[in-house]
């Protein structure tokens, strides 16, 4: 009985070390593993017996795309657990400090990590050849997005000014101000974007997907709101561990998260444009209802497009904050250390971020969990390229391999911050 395997030894434009395995037999296919072979990292292990004010520093560096999710998440928990609630001004620089995180990831991934796929091209750097002019674009949005994260954060990559319970410095009217222009170009940029990206050759292949994500009742969700599903769960983040729990799987060194009475489930754009769409503004309404999407939308492939939609959003949201900015007398609260636990639930670009710390009354921490969006999303993606590679077994083993690579992109999966994802393994007998 023949065995045939693939072997795709660096794949670009995703983060981290990983390989997908296709079992085929007789044409059939008869298991699919998205193996992370990733080494654990241990941050959980090593934040136990540290302070209390420390996790926003360490956590931080789990990602160099998304650092801003990983402080906010730590904050809102460790907040929580000492019994304290930050309130404004704090609340809204966080807001606009979560804005260009959102800004430079989504651009970062809609133009140089997913969009060569859509057009045929190994990495964005050829694609750049046809396609100068958005790449260009992408790159001065990005540019805008990192400068946002720098004023408000201290710098661009793993920000040094955020703390348990705000900030160390507030960012300045001044500084702020000057980003005006630049952020209202950049809102005609993801509009350009969202047009040019509109016409994409999209597979069809909607998922029934249970959706997961954190909402707000007044603002499209970044920090605060309840625990939300398109399957019927409304929680307060404090309850996550009622519904939800992390599973390990023999094939994989990354936990898959699921809901305990229903399985895998999804996170991300799409969630978020699902679950909350009624808080976008109008103007982001209008770009993706001219782009064709809905709240019914269900195709993995189409978040490309509302990636565009949340960058315009979070533009806006962005100069709505800076036009209203007063520096505050004091950019954070008090977070005197107690003896809890506390929850934190927000949205990273790629879906929601959880956080759980127990503190000791001097503010020790005894235990940390956290759950990122891909130990989310992992189970589910392995169900969408059962779905999708099934009916394309007879393609040659390339272009199914690159078939599949894509299906896996549409996440954006966040594994590492390496640069390389997937070693393709297709045994057919």
């Not at 795709?8 to 059939?28: F, H, M, P």
Request: proline share 7%; net charge negative; aromatic share 8%.
């Amino acid at each position: 009985m023949a065995t045939r395997k693939i072997d795709v030894e660096t794949i670009t434009r995703v983060e981290g070390e990983g390989a997908l395995r296709l079992k085929v037999r007789d044409g059939q296919l008869e298991d699919v593993q998205l193996n992370i072979y990733e080494p654990p990292r241990f941050f959980e292990a090593f934040l136990r017996g540290r302070s209390y004010t420390e996790p926003p520093d360490i956590t931080a560096r789990i990602c160099g795309i998304c650092p801003v999710a990983y402080q906010m998440s730590s904050c809102h928990a460790i907040e929580a657990a000492c019994g304290v609630k930050v309130g404004e001004p704090i609340r809204t620089i966080r807001r606009l400090l979560y804005c260009g995180e959102w800004i430079e990831s989504h651009v970062l991934h809609v133009a140089f990590l997913h969009a060569p796929d859509f057009l045929g091209y190994m990495d964005a750097i050829r694609m750049a050849a046809d396609h100068g002019a958005v790449v260009q674009l992408a790159l001065k949005m990005k540019k805008t997005g990192n400068k946002l994260v720098t004023i408000v954060g201290g710098r661009e990559i793993h920000p040094i000014n955020v703390r348990v319970g705000g900030f160390y410095k507030a960012p300045s009217k001044k500084d702020l101000r000057a980003l005006l222009d630049p952020l209202k170009e950049a809102a005609d940029g993801a509009e350009a974007m969202l047009r040019w990206a509109k016409p994409l050759d999209y597979p069809d292949f909607d998922r029934p997907y249970e959706l997961v994500c954190v909402k707000h009742p007044d603002e499209y969700p970044f920090n605060e709101g309840r625990v939300v599903s398109t399957g019927g769960i409304d929680i307060d983040p404090s309850q996550y561990d009622d519904v939800f729990e992390e599973r390990h799987v023999e094939h994989s060194n990354a936990l898959h998260s699921v809901v305990k009475a229903r399985g895998h489930y999804l996170t991300g754009p799409l969630a978020r444009f699902v679950l909350c769409y009624d808080q976008l503004t109008p103007r982001a309404k209008a770009a993706a209802a001219a782009a064709g999407l809905t709240p019914a939308v269900r195709n993995p492939f189409l978040t490309i497009m509302i990636r565009c939609v949340e960058t315009l959003y979070a533009i806006e949201e962005a100069i709505r904050i800076i036009e209203a900015y007063e520096e505050p007398d004091r950019p954070y609260e008090d977070v005197p250390p107690r003896a809890g636990k506390g929850y934190g639930c927000t949205e990273a670009p790629r879906g929601m971020l959880c956080h759980h710390y127990t503190l000791d009354s001097d503010g020790t921490i005894l235990d940390a969990e956290i759950i990122p969006p891909t130990s989310q999303n992992l189970a589910s993606m392995e169900d969408d390229i059962r779905a999708f590679a099934g009916p394309r077994l007879g393609l040659p083993d390339a272009e199914l391999a690159m078939k599949c690579e894509h299906a896996i992109r549409n996440h954006d999966p966040c594994i590492s911050c390496a640069t390389h994802f997937l070693k393709l393994e297709v045994d057919r007998q």
